[in-house]
Nanobody
Framework: QVQLVESGGGLVQAGGSLRLSCAAS????????MGWFRQAPGKEHAFVGG????????YIPDSLKGRFTISRDNAKNVVYLQMNTLKPEDTAVYYC?????????????????WGEGTQVTVSS
């Protein structure tokens, strides 16, 4: 089993920055892929980005590239989501997820473990 706990959410003004953290515990392997998703009210989970724990390779959708970056610290079992130039439309609950495998999937159905999420609210 893998446990994931997100932190770092909060209220920020448009244009501001936040860094979310995802602490993993349990049987987390270097072969795992970590993903970030977000869910706005009334909407489905949307892929925000992912990182391969082994190589550090990341994938960020073009719509978020340049504002969002992902990094990891395997020694601490933590994955980070740095969000800059935040916009009101970034308001959502942000979730960390993990899957075993070699590629970064954008589908939430392919992730086996999920955290409980952290709220990010961007005011205009």
């Amino acid at each position: 089993q893998v446990q994931l706990v997100e932190s770092g959410g909060g209220l920020v003004q448009a244009g501001g920055s936040l860094r979310l953290s995802c602490a993993a515990s349990g049987r987390i392997f270097n072969t795992y892929v970590m993903g970030w998703f977000r869910q706005a009210p009334g909407k489905e989970h949307a892929f925000v980005g992912g990182i391969r724990r082994s190589s550090g390779n990341t994938y960020i959708p073009d719509s978020l590239k340049g504002r969002f970056t992902i990094s990891r610290d395997n020694a601490k079992n933590v994955v980070y989501l740095q969000m800059n130039t935040l916009k009101p439309e970034d308001t959502a609950v942000y979730y960390c997820a993990a899957r075993s495998g070699t590629y970064i999937s954008i589908s939430p159905r392919e992730y086996d473990y999920w955290g409980e999420g952290t709220q990010v609210t961007v005011s205009s």
